[in-house]
């Protein structure tokens, strides 16, 4: 073994031989919340700029509680929107506020179309004018060009970017530089989750982590009324043209 370790090692001390483990991080991600996924992760966190793909078979297992303690620490930090692109189910406001993330910063998307989904998605991620975007996208019309031109979108708008997909999804490429796997735990408050991609690094196997709990406690009465002004201003709808953050030319029905 010893005489070949000086071969070896200068091998790899060859400066055309890339190493995964000698990336350095463009900056300090957003901290997930998660001492043990940051400590995984090249960014030490989410990435501020770049695009994340949580792939999972089951909505509402635990996905939003794991991005809740980011996307509170974007809030309180940015004065930019946080985008839902088509989300499955209406984002609940008391729900939402209850783990930190400022209810007035949300912008809720709701495309007439999947053509809409995608242009939505990109334009908000790119406009510079959100710290993040949350898109459900038709995965029947999703190609690798778009996840290229979104991943590079995230760049230009300094945004993180986050794809909810299928499960099956993680049998296809994609260019997004962080790709996890999530899935239920028969255990309560818990999410298992497992790293198919990521800068700097081979996959890691499934590990358990426990679920971010509430950051504050709402009272009833408060809880009300915060239903009350989310259900109300609701009903109020925009053409995606009016919303002059996003520097919109489409067509696509908003409600905030």
């Given at each position: 073994?010893?005489h070949?370790s000086?071969?070896?090692e200068?091998?790899?001390?060859h400066?055309?031989?890339?190493?995964?483990?000698?990336?350095?991080p463009?900056?300090q991600?957003?901290g997930?919340?998660?001492?043990?996924l940051?400590?995984?992760?090249?960014?030490?966190?989410?990435?501020?700029?770049g695009?994340?793909?949580?792939?999972?078979?089951?909505?509402?297992?635990g996905?939003?509680?794991?991005?809740g303690?980011?996307?509170?620490?974007l809030n309180?930090?940015?004065?930019r929107?946080?985008a839902?692109?088509?989300?499955?189910h209406i984002?609940?406001?008391p729900a939402l506020?209850?783990?930190g993330?400022?209810?007035?910063?949300?912008?809720w998307?709701?495309p007439?179309?999947a053509?809409?989904?995608l242009?939505?998605?990109?334009?908000?991620?790119?406009?510079?004018?959100c710290s993040?975007?949350?898109a459900?996208?038709?995965?029947?019309?999703?190609?690798?060009?778009?996840?290229?031109r979104?991943?590079?979108?995230?760049?230009?708008?300094?945004?993180?970017?986050?794809?909810?997909?299928?499960?099956?999804?993680?049998?296809?490429?994609?260019?997004?530089e962080?790709?996890?796997?999530l899935?239920?735990?028969?255990k309560p408050?818990?999410?298992?989750?497992?790293?198919?991609?990521r800068?700097?690094?081979?996959p890691?196997?499934?590990?358990e982590?426990p679920?971010?709990q509430?950051?504050?406690?709402?009272?009833?009465?408060?809880?009300?009324?915060?239903?009350?002004?989310?259900?109300?201003?609701?009903?109020?709808?925009?053409?995606?043209?009016?919303?002059?953050?996003?520097?919109?030319?489409?067509?696509?029905?908003?409600?905030l």
């Open positions: 073994m010893t070949r000086g071969p070896a200068a091998l790899l001390a400066p055309d031989l890339w190493r995964a483990d000698r990336i350095e463009r900056s991600g957003i997930t919340g998660y001492p043990t940051d400590a995984l992760l090249i960014d030490r966190g989410w990435p501020k700029a695009l994340v793909e949580l792939l999972s078979d089951r909505v509402g297992i996905e939003l509680r794991l991005l303690p980011a996307l509170a620490t309180a930090d940015e004065q929107w946080v839902w692109i088509d989300p499955p984002p609940y406001a506020a209850e783990i993330i400022d209810v007035g910063k949300q912008l998307v709701r007439t179309s053509d809409d989904a242009w939505a998605t990109e334009h908000a991620v790119k406009s510079g004018s993040a975007v949350l459900w996208l038709d995965e029947s019309k999703l190609t690798p060009k778009d996840i290229r979104l991943k590079l979108a995230t760049r230009r708008g300094e945004t993180l970017a986050v794809l909810f997909r299928p499960g099956e999804a993680a049998r296809r490429q994609s260019m997004a962080l790709r996890i796997a899935s239920h735990t028969t408050d818990r999410l298992s989750v497992e790293i198919l991609k800068r700097g690094g081979w890691i196997a499934r590990l982590l679920l971010a509430r950051a504050t406690r709402i009272s009833r009465f408060d809880l009300r009324e915060q239903l009350t002004t989310w259900r109300s201003s609701g009903r109020r709808a925009w053409q995606l043209p009016r919303i002059e953050q996003l520097g919109a030319s489409r067509s696509a029905r908003i409600g």
